[in-house]
């Protein structure tokens, strides 16, 4: 490893079948070459240099993996998130090392000189690397990662290399700067990430990469910037309000102006002009990055939400479940015996084809539920602790079914925030989507003017699909301006179907996808008529 060429021919016999074996020796190099003495300083960046560019393909590629099954309690999902961030822990450090040799250094070669913005640029991205990661782990981030921050930025800026666009890794075709990389990292923190999937959060940060260059980035206080952050007191950003006292260190910066850009793909998603494109990472749904793309319009306007409501503390259990499905069980339904304008033979098929039992068989269940600890309420949220036994399906975004001690009524629910302390308990809050939930299914009638009964009529007979799904009141517990969770792929725009509602029955039509889970969607419609 003293040799580029050597260690090439190193790097040339990592184990090509196991990626994390592969990173970890990387990884261990990484470690081995910073703290080597008798080095070069500009062959110690080149080698540096090189294993970076041999980890970042095995990183991406590992980082997707745990994507797929980022639960909490999971010692596969732990274990590769640790191997994750102790790359690109020990690049950071790496990088350091090479930015301290050349502040250090009495003589520097041009080659050397040139590399400073690539290699500044590399550390920024690394120790951002590790801000995502413990974001998505919702963990906190400890002060050394700011103070790394602010150390690789100072110097930027003393060398004048802080706007110096160049590319970070070959074949990237998208110009950034030490200035853009830093914007990057702080933009992602202030995007309300506690409230995003690991895999949003992943798009998120993906996003801003491209965004980046339509945010405000200042050294005195400015209209589009919102945040500061100060680079002599590492520490997280903050809001710019109007108490904040601007001193030299402080910087300010903003995503302001990439709103409206936003607003544009957003338009375009919604239009289907883009069905197939792949910006932001074609491992992504569209419906996926929609949504993210929606967060970021809300959090990185001017105007961010807050919390307002206030939080009662509390200490009782409640009982959790979780998956669409089996929320459609249990809480309060419909029961289709009682259905008049559905026939014996639609209702044999349709309690056949559900694999969802009737309200009067809820007892005969066979469902297992997880004690948690609430800890505070508020008018539409919980606050709470979850178990180191249980959990280990918990995501943002996830639907949970939750019904306090005692109580026979199932309220439905939405994972919104998590944070894991030191200690490694997990607090979580809950939105309240519904108090009085109802569970009912749906007769497929059609789309706009294709109506199925038109079709029945024409070949003389038709066999109705049913779909389940759950009706969500409004504030005031009306469903007059009701929405509905349904399977993951059922919405269609403008798709018409018929309400069972026991003895009663209403035509909807879709009208708009309002939010997405993993096995879910909630959709907004249009009562067509009146109950009959």
Not at 41 to 49: D, H, K, L, Q, S
Not at 367 to 385: A, F, N, P
């Amino acid at each position: 490893m003293f040799d580029v060429k050597e260690a090439g021919k190193l790097l040339a016999e990592l184990p090509e079948d196991k990626p994390f074996k592969a990173i970890e020796e990387i990884t261990a190099w990484l470690d081995s070459v910073k703290d080597a003495t008798g080095f070069n300083p500009g062959v110690r960046a080149e080698i540096i240099m090189l294993l970076d560019e041999t980890g970042q393909p095995l990183y991406a590629g590992l980082l997707q993996l745990y994507l797929g099954e980022p639960h909490l309690h999971d010692f596969r999902g732990r274990h590769l998130w640790q191997g994750l961030h102790g790359f690109v822990k020990t690049l950071a450090e790496a990088y350091a090392v090479c930015v301290r040799e050349y502040r250090q250094a009495k003589k520097i070669s041009i080659e050397h000189r040139e590399l400073m913005p690539v290699i500044c640029v590399r550390l920024l991205r690394a120790t951002a690397e590790q801000i995502k990661l413990k974001l998505m782990g919702y963990v906190d981030i400890e002060q050394s990662v700011w103070a790394q921050l602010c150390d690789c930025y100072n110097f930027a800026e003393a060398a004048q290399i802080a706007e110096t666009m160049v590319f970070a890794y070959p074949k990237h075709v998208i110009h950034v700067s030490p200035q853009r990389e830093l914007a990057r990292a702080l933009m992602l923190y202030e995007s309300s990430p506690g409230s995003l999937a690991p895999d949003q959060i992943e798009v998120c940060f993906r996003i801003a990469g491209r965004m980046c260059s339509f945010f405000d980035f200042s050294n005195t206080p400015d209209p589009n910037c919102a945040y500061c952050f100060d680079l002599a007191e590492p520490g997280p950003p903050r809001r710019a309000d109007g108490n904040l006292q601007p001193k030299p260190s402080k910087r300010f910066f903003g995503a302001c102006k990439a709103v409206p850009k936003i607003a544009d793909i957003i338009a375009q998603h919604e239009q289907g002009l883009i069905r197939q494109e792949q910006r932001f990472g074609s491992e992504f749904t569209p419906a996926g990055k929609l949504t993210v793309l929606k967060h970021l319009q809300l959090y990185w306007g001017k105007d961010q939400p807050r919390r307002h409501q206030q939080r009662r503390g509390i200490n009782s259990a409640i009982d959790v479940v979780h998956s669409f499905r089996m929320i459609s069980r249990l809480v309060t339904r419909m029961d289709i015996d009682n259905a008049q304008n559905i026939s014996e033979k639609d209702a044999a098929t349709l309690k056949e084809r559900s694999a969802i039992t009737l309200a009067a068989d809820i007892g005969e269940l066979d469902y297992t539920t997880e004690s948690w600890t609430v800890t505070d309420l508020s008018v539409d949220g919980i606050g709470g602790t979850i178990p180191n036994t249980g959990g280990n399906w918990v995501k943002i975004g996830d639907l949970c079914g939750i019904k306090a001690a005692n109580s026979p009524v199932w309220w439905v629910g939405v994972i919104r925030r998590l944070h894991a302390n030191p200690a490694g308990k997990v607090h979580v809050g809950i939105e309240m989507l519904a108090r009085k939930p109802l569970s009912v299914w749906l007769r497929i009638l059609g789309k706009g003017t294709e109506r199925i009964s038109d079709w029945e009529t024409s070949s003389g007979s038709f066999d109705y699909d049913y779909l389940p799904a759950i009706l969500l009141p409004d504030a005031s517990n009306s469903y007059a301006n009701a929405t509905m969770l349904m399977e993951s792929g059922s919405y269609v725009a403008d798709a018409l179907y018929e309400v069972m509602l026991g003895e009663k029955s209403r035509e909807i039509k879709l009208t708009d996808l309002l939010a997405e889970g993993e096995d879910y969607e909630q959709i907004s419609f249009q009562w067509l008529n009146a109950a009959h």
